[in-house]
């Protein structure tokens, strides 16, 4: 499991991480790390939970239990459907965890990042079950088979409430189209994330050759945040795609270095 080392050439953070508001049951939003630019991010997939009563300890049970849909991604959490969750009228979720769930032997910055995952799935869970009170910063207690001040993983003094810590999260991640998912043949829709980067954020589309060989580069442009309906680090465009399999990646350039940062790719297939 990588350490959470940090990268003295990462650009400036997302200045904020805007809440969730997709509004739906039939997905749920969930966190994982993932190393990128020598430095271990939280990503967010919105999966789909059969059954789904009860959107904050489904998200966080998911998050427990289950692997994320991008292999690229991970998390140092143990197995448990243990979870219990509650919500306050100013916005304090409550989780109660078992003990096994923290088992990992991780370094301090991995702890510190495990924990902003579970807070980053927990908030998200709420606001994007549209429960939260509008304008208070939600916040999470951590509770351990029922009782609070544990240590976890050895590192994270689990004595106050966590609020989100916006400087955990990539400075760029998509959105859609999600790895591994079907699209249909025609407008294909792209959308994420980004930090404002000194050489400017860009994308591309590559169609994958079937033998493996290096792809053949289909559309390439500038990321553009902001605009209509959208938060001001988010971008969302479309491109007409034919039947086939594709990679669709964006990232950042550093000025000083031309180099390229914060890396994010997605496979997807496009069918008719």
């Not at 990462?10 to 997709?22: D, I, N, Q």
């Not at 039939?26 to 630019?37: F, K, Q, S």
């Not at 702890?111 to 995952?117: L, T």
């Amino acid at each position: 499991m990588p350490k959470a080392a940090t990268s003295v050439q990462t650009p400036a953070p997302l200045p904020s991480v805007e809440m969730e508001s997709l509004n739906t049951t039939a997905h749920v939003p969930v966190y994982w790390l993932a190393e990128n630019d020598g430095t271990v991010s939280l990503y967010r997939e919105f999966v789909r939970v059969k059954g789904a009563a009860d959107p904050i300890a489904d998200s966080v049970r998911y998050m427990l239990s289950q692997k994320p849909a991008d292999p690229r991604y991970f998390s140092a959490w143990r197995p448990s459907a243990a979870v219990g969750a509650s919500i306050s009228p100013d916005n304090v979720i409550t989780l109660d965890l078992s003990a096994k769930a923290f088992g990992s032997a991780v370094d301090a910055g991995l702890a510190e990042r495990s924990i902003a995952q579970l807070v980053f799935t927990a908030t998200a869970a709420a606001s994007n079950a549209g429960i939260l009170t509008e304008g208070l910063e939600p916040s999470v207690r951590i509770l351990v088979d029922g009782e609070s001040g544990h240590e976890a993983f050895g590192h994270i003094a689990l004595d106050h409430n966590f609020t989100r810590d916006a400087s955990l999260a990539a400075p760029l991640w998509i959105i859609d189209p999600q790895f591994g998912t079907t699209q249909k043949a025609g407008q294909v829709t792209f959308h994420g994330v980004s930090a404002m980067f000194s050489g400017g954020e860009f994308w591309e589309i590559t169609r994958r050759a079937e033998s493996g060989d290096q792809g053949t580069v289909v559309a390439s442009g500038a990321l553009h945040t902001g605009g209509e309906a959208l938060g001001h680090n988010e971008f969302s465009f479309t491109y007409v795609l034919a039947p086939g399999d594709y990679s669709f990646s964006a990232w950042g350039v550093d000025a000083q270095t031309g180099q390229r940062a914060g890396t994010e790719s997605k496979d997807f297939t496009v069918k008719q």
